[in-house]
């Protein structure tokens, strides 16, 4: 007879509440274990890169800086860039920003960039 069994309680009911080295209980790992299985439902999957889709972590950001010429070629396309449909037609780049010392231009190139994505810009950089 073991000294837990004497005490009324058997090996396996002692060795359920007996907290593990790492100091975590039964409880708290289910507790956490719960919350995990709860986590894709909350995480869309376009978040984490699913259906061949580039995640946000993994999608370039960049801003134009002069837009005329080569730089609008390289921002929307053009018959001489080596990019077909621009930096805007790439699924891991996302336009954030546009700068032009015309005004008309930075504007063209706003609303273009604004088309595309569907979204209205915060901001008009300009100095």
């Known amino acids: 007879m073991t000294l837990s069994s004497a005490m009324g309680k058997t090996r396996f009911e002692a060795m359920l509440h007996?907290?593990?080295?790492?100091?975590?209980?039964?409880?708290?790992?289910?507790?956490h274990a719960a919350a995990l299985a709860v986590a894709p439902v909350i995480v869309p999957s376009s978040?984490?890169?699913a259906d061949g889709?580039?995640?946000?972590?993994?999608?370039?950001?960049?801003?134009?800086i002069g837009?005329?010429?080569?730089?609008?070629g390289h921002l929307l396309g053009g018959a001489w860039t080596y990019i077909p449909g621009g930096y805007t037609a790439r699924e891991d780049v996302?336009?954030?920003a546009v700068c032009d010392v015309w005004q008309d231009r930075r504007e063209?190139?706003?609303d273009r960039v604004n088309a595309h994505y569907a979204q209205k810009a915060d901001k008009t950089y300009r100095s």
């Open 67 to 72: 837009i005329g010429g080569q730089g609008g």
């Open 47 to 49: 978040a984490l890169g």
């Open 108 to 110: 063209r190139a706003r």
């Open 18 to 31: 007996r907290r593990v080295a790492v100091g975590c209980s039964r409880r708290d790992f289910l507790k």
């Open 53 to 64: 889709r580039v995640a946000p972590s993994n999608r370039i950001t960049m801003g134009f």
């Open 94 to 96: 996302q336009v954030l």
